[in-house]
């Protein structure tokens, strides 16, 4: 299941170039949660994927994010309650990341790290400020957009909600369906429902390409399982 969830997030690659602005990321600076620019922060992640480095892949995104899509991999209420109280274990962690680092070099003959990252548009969502970058392959025509959000330190992280809701919104419903309705589900839907700004703005800025209606519905349908439509 987790070569599924990293599929997911290769589906960002696939859409429809952009060159890139800033100079390359270096991960040997002292370490730092988030990063100065949304595409600083994009690059980060991309360059720590390649090379395995999953600490600089947490400083670069939320963990609670991460949490929950790893919950998909068949978790029970009290497992994925573990998983946002405790993080993800760093095997779990790098199963996802290396999946989807191999996926990427199978399907596009290029690495992770090769993508052409450029800034787009900085947009409020629900009081909460995102940005998007554009993202093109470097050896194909490809090119799609990524959103990164401003944590509560006033620095950038890819939200992974925001970009890819439209991917498993569908998939989350249904496992949210299978969970027992207990304490820890509770806190489950609660970690969900606080993703309410990241998944607005993917209604909203639709940065896989136009959401279909159904599509749409099911994101809509995710917020209102979980209590977050007020």
Same mark, same amino acid.
């Given at each position: 299941?987790?070569?599924?969830?990293?599929?997911?997030?290769?589906?960002?690659?696939?859409?429809?170039?952009?060159?890139?602005?800033?100079?390359?990321?270096?991960?040997?600076? $002292?370490? #730092?949660?988030?990063?100065?620019?949304?595409?600083?922060?994009?690059?980060?992640?991309?360059?720590?994927?390649?090379?395995?480095?999953? %600490?600089?892949? #947490?400083?670069?995104?939320?963990?609670?994010?991460?949490?929950?899509?790893?919950?998909?991999?068949?978790?029970?209420?009290?497992? #994925?309650?573990?998983?946002?109280?405790?993080?993800?274990?760093?095997? !779990?962690?790098?199963?996802? &990341?290396?999946?989807?680092?191999?996926?990427?070099?199978?399907?596009?003959?290029?690495?992770?790290? %090769?993508?052409?990252?450029?800034?787009?548009?900085?947009?409020?969502?629900?009081?909460?400020?995102?940005?998007?970058?554009?993202?093109?392959?470097?050896?194909? !025509?490809?090119?799609?957009? &990524?959103?990164?959000?401003?944590?509560?330190? %006033?620095? &950038?992280?890819?939200?992974?909600?925001?970009?890819?809701? !439209?991917?498993? #919104?569908? $998939?989350?419903?249904? &496992?949210? !369906?299978?969970?027992?309705?207990?304490?820890?589900?509770?806190?489950?839907?609660?970690?969900?429902?606080?993703?309410? $700004?990241?998944?607005?703005?993917?209604?909203?800025?639709?940065?896989?390409?136009?959401?279909? $209606?159904?599509?749409?519905?099911?994101?809509?349908?995710?917020?209102?399982?979980?209590?977050?439509?007020?």
């Amino acid at each position: 299941m987790l070569r599924v969830l990293a599929a997911i997030l290769l589906l960002a690659v696939t859409a429809s170039g952009c060159t890139s602005a800033d100079e390359p990321t270096s991960t040997t600076r $002292p370490p #730092a949660v988030g990063a100065s620019s949304p595409t600083r922060a994009l690059r980060t992640l991309l360059a720590a994927v390649q090379e395995g480095d999953l %600490d600089e892949v #947490a400083r670069v995104t939320f963990d609670d994010q991460v949490a929950l899509l790893i919950a998909l991999d068949g978790a029970t209420t009290s497992e #994925a309650r573990r998983l946002l109280d405790e993080g993800v274990p760093e095997q !779990s962690r790098s199963m996802f &990341w290396t999946s989807f680092r191999d996926t990427y070099a199978r399907n596009f003959d290029e690495e992770v790290s %090769d993508m052409l990252v450029a800034e787009h548009d900085r947009v409020t969502v629900d009081l909460v400020s995102f940005a998007v970058v554009d993202v093109a392959l470097r050896k194909t !025509s490809g090119q799609t957009r &990524w959103i990164t959000r401003l944590d509560n330190d %006033d620095r &950038w992280r890819v939200d992974l909600f925001a970009t890819f809701a !439209s991917t498993f #919104a569908q $998939p989350l419903r249904l &496992w949210l !369906s299978t969970l027992r309705d207990d304490a820890d589900a509770a806190v489950v839907r609660r970690a969900i429902a606080a993703q309410r $700004p990241s998944l607005l703005a993917a209604l909203q800025q639709e940065p896989l390409g136009p959401i279909l $209606p159904g599509v749409a519905d099911q994101i809509r349908g995710l917020l209102t399982d979980v209590g977050a439509t007020g």
